[in-house]
């Protein structure tokens, strides 16, 4: 069984940064392309960023570039999402996801994840 674990979220100041990790445990970790996605109340679930199961291919949100970065230790069977000058519109549930991926790819599209988070909270004041 495959199990998720995020953290790091809070409340922030506009401008502040965060470092959200997500621990997962269960299975083999670096044979998983790990996404971060994020919810907004009334709003639909959209992509954040993506790595690669070797952490040598990610993606981004256009939201994100610039501002959030992704990154894994396939040591610590972690990835972390750092994010940088936060604003308002950042705050969300965010939630990481693992897709047993059989290439190289970072995955954008939330229905290819095959394992969720039960997500952390990041609220950003103005």
């Known amino acids: 069984q495959v199990q998720l674990a995020e953290s790091g979220g809070g409340l922030v100041q506009a401008g502040d940064s965060l470092r959200l990790s997500c621990a997962v445990s269960?299975?083999?970790?670096?044979?998983?392309?790990m996404g971060w996605f994020r919810q907004a109340p009334g709003k639909e679930r959209e992509f954040v960023a993506a790595?690669?199961?070797?952490?040598?291919?990610?993606d981004s949100a256009d939201s994100a570039k610039g501002r959030f970065t992704i990154f894994r230790d396939n040591t610590k069977k972690t990835v972390y999402l750092q994010m940088n000058n936060l604003k308002p519109e950042d705050s969300a549930v965010y939630y990481c996801?693992?897709?047993?991926?059989?290439?190289?790819?970072?995955?954008?599209?939330?229905?290819?994840?095959?394992?969720w988070g039960q997500g952390t909270q990041v609220t950003v004041s103005s």
């Open positions: 790595i690669s199961r070797s952490g040598g291919s990610t």
């Open positions: 269960g299975g083999t970790f670096s044979r998983y392309a």
């Open positions: 996801a693992a897709d047993l991926a059989l290439s190289g790819r970072a995955p954008t599209i939330s229905t290819v994840y095959d394992y």
